[in-house]
């Protein structure tokens, strides 16, 4: 399932995928996303994208207001940080 969210008058895409065990939950915006723990930080670093990543989530109001776990460096450059909600981490990353 696919949804919009108005996040400080900017847009930010979520996505729900339904898979076996738990759900796949991300939201993005034009600079980077927020994903649940079924991705990869990792990844994103190799990738060089701006992602910070939430654990235990089952919908996009849920990553929004889960804690972020981890953080790509290219989202620290930006301002992303651990502890910050999901909200605040796609404040800064719409």
């Given at each position: ?41 990792d990844v994103a670093d190799k990738l ?31 301002g992303v940080k651990l502890s ?11």
């Amino acid at each position: 399932m696919e949804s919009e969210i108005l996040l400080n008058g900017k847009k930010i895409k979520g996505v729900e995928v339904s898979l076996p065990g738990a759900p796949l939950v991300v939201a993005y915006g034009n600079a980077g996303f927020v994903m649940c723990g079924y991705l990869n930080i990792d990844v994103a670093d190799k990738l060089g994208v701006a992602a910070a990543m939430v654990r235990g989530v089952k919908t996009v109001d849920d990553l929004l207001k889960a804690q972020v776990q981890a953080v790509s460096k290219a989202a620290l450059v930006k301002g992303v940080k651990l502890s910050m909600t999901g909200e605040e981490a796609l404040s800064i990353l719409a």
